[in-house]
Each structure stands twice: as C-alpha cells, then as structure tokens.
C-alpha cells in the first residue's frame, strides 16, 4: 500500500481514481460528487483542489451537527463516488457537470452499482447528478446539496471574516447549516 499525502493528511492510494475514493474499512458514509475534473486527473482521486478543501471545511460543521452520518472531519474517511467517470471540465468539454443521459447511461449505472454498496448506510448527495445517480442504485440521499464548488459557495453566502481563510471558513459553515436544513441563527 502506498500513502498519499494531500491538504496535510495521508490517505490510502490504492484502489483510488479521480472518480472514486473506497474509504477505509467500515465506511458507512458515501459522499457522491458529480465528475472528476482537472484537478482530479492530475491528482488522480477524486475532491481534489479547492471542492475537497471545501469538503473539509463543510464536515468539521456536518460532524460536529450530525456525527452520526459523518463520523469524521476528513473526506479522506469517506467513500467518494462521483456521479460519473468521465473527466469534465471547462477547458476540456465546455462544462464542469455531466448530462442526465450520460449519468444515466447502463455502463455508468453498472459502475455505480458497484461503487455503492448496499451496505453503505447513508449516502450524501453534493449536486443534481449525484442525486440521480444515487436514484438510480434504487436509494434516496440521506442530504442533498450542491456542488460545494469555490463560485457556488462565495455567491451563496456573505462573510465577514477578517481574513480569507476565515470567511471561507465562515462561507462553509453556513453550506452546511442549510444542507442539514438548520435554522438560521
């Protein structure tokens, strides 16, 4: 096994492509993203960059608000799937989010089957695709919210925090505020 290093943290490598993570043994939680993208190619794993930065920031929140379903501050400690394999981005294809018919597709459905075990207990929906590819494995996301992308974020919500970092931090927090559906206080 070889170790990878990224964002400070060491993850396991193998088995790992930019559009699926396995996670360690006794994952019970599946993050779904919606396509691996540059970043992701290059690092060859997938919410990479800036998204699993984001991802990080987002689940200090969702674990300390629902450890339950997220037992870990890390996305290193979580099965991630992405909705589909292909590598999507603006540079490349124009876009950065697969077509309905290209998340639908049978080979795709196929791999999605086997990238999300039934006996993974929650599966956590970051965008429209990956909520359709979570349907088509015959479940329901146990949350649902979007792509937690750098635009998507900084449009969404205001902060006030003296530095960059901490108005990310701010940004992050309040994405997952209202993915749980909390009330805003």
């Not at 996670?23 to 599946?30: H, K, R």
């Not at 396509?35 to 689940?59: F, H, K, M």
């Not at 589909?84 to 089957?113: I, Q």
């Not at 329901?140 to 530095?163: C, D, K, M, S, W």
């Amino acid at each position: 096994m070889s170790a990878l290093v990224h964002d400070g943290c060491a993850a396991d490598a193998v088995g790992m492509t930019p559009d699926h993570q396995p996670g360690p043994a006794g994952a019970f939680t599946a993050l779904i993203l919606a396509a691996p993208g540059r970043v992701e190619l290059a690092e060859s794993r997938p919410a990479a960059g800036q998204t699993g930065r984001n991802l990080d920031r987002i689940l200090v929140h969702l674990h300390r608000w629902r450890p339950d379903v997220f037992p870990s501050q890390s996305r290193l400690d979580y099965v991630i799937v992405n909705s589909v394999s292909t590598v999507l981005y603006r540079a490349k294809n124009g876009r950065g989010m697969p077509t309905d018919a290209e998340v639908r597709d049978m080979a795709n459905v196929g791999r999605l089957r086997l990238l999300l075990p039934s006996d993974l207990r929650h599966l956590v929906a970051f965008s429209d695709p990956a909520a359709t590819a979570v349907g088509l494995v015959g479940r329901e996301p146990v949350f649902r919210a979007p792509h937690p992308g750098l635009q998507l974020i900084n449009r969404r919500y205001f902060a006030t925090g003296a530095t960059g970092k901490l108005r990310a931090e701010e940004r992050c927090r309040l994405f997952a505020r209202d993915m749980l559906g909390m009330p805003t206080s």
